[in-house]
């Protein structure tokens, strides 16, 4: 029967027809070219400027560095969506490179009109505060105030969902919400799609460190990140 076919296909695929922008922070090689990573670029409306990029959050645990983490957790996340049938843009699929900047991240997920856009960090806050968090735009300084609210249901999801994937809510930002939102990120005031960041852990804390370190935890992450991009995707 085609229309049991059709339900089916559906549910084996519920992000069919969909773009994802998968939005890794960061580049590896960002710490050591600072003149171009330092300087300003567009972010926001009313002449708002700011750095390129940053090498990302230091910590001195030595091998690991958050844009290589980040890329992990974002191709982890890619497998998965294209899984479901989406469609998945990526920033940055290698980790040798420098930036790309803000605008133009956030320029890759508009011209991919994509559907969701996503940007994967792991913060580095005090050493003794954990958790993670999700970032939101405001309708300040954003080129596109239509896609506020809908950030804003994403976040919600992806807070949700990493809630249920057993992820401490932030110490230390957001007041125990896990949800904060931002006007000074380039990436989100310059996006017209709906986007949403997350800063998944704290790096500098040796309990959040090693649980990023563990590679089941990070394929947990990546679930509860492709899961809330379904909830908020599919028909
Ligand atoms: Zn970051």
Redesign the pocket.
């Known amino acids: 029967m085609i229309a049991g076919a059709l339900v089916a296909f559906a549910a084996a695929l519920p992000l069919a027809g969909t773009t994802v922008h998968v939005d890794a ?2 580049n590896g090689a960002n710490a050591a070219h600072p003149s171009q990573i330092n300087r300003r670029v567009p972010a926001g409306t009313g002449g708002y400027r700011k750095a390129c990029d ?1 090498a ?2 230091q910590t001195d645990d030595g091998g690991l560095t ?2 290589r983490l ?1 890329l992990d957790i974002a191709r982890r996340t890619a497998r998965r969506l294209r899984r479901l049938g989406a469609r998945v843009v990526m920033t940055r699929t290698g980790n040798d490179g420098v930036g790309p900047c803000v605008n133009e991240r956030a320029a890759i997920g508009n011209r991919a009109h994509a559907d969701l856009a996503l940007s994967i ?4 806050g005090p050493p003794g505060g954990r958790g993670f968090h999700v970032i939101a735009p405001t309708s300040r300084r954003t080129v596109r105030p239509k896609i506020v609210a809908p950030s804003l249901r994403f976040a919600r999801r992806l807070r949700a969902r990493l809630d249920a994937a057993g992820l401490r809510r932030c110490t230390y930002i957001g007041s125990g919400s896990g949800l904060v939102q931002r006007s000074d990120l380039g990436g989100l005031n310059l996006s017209r799609v709906p986007k949403a ?1 997350v ?1 998944l852990a704290n790096r500098r804390n040796p309990a959040d460190a090693r649980l990023l370190g563990r590679m089941r935890e990070r394929d947990r992450i990546a679930m509860a990140l492709a899961r809330a991009v379904t909830r908020t995707l599919a028909r």
């Open positions: 922070g960061h940053t990302g959050a958050e844009a980040n960090h792991a913060d580095g960041f800063e």
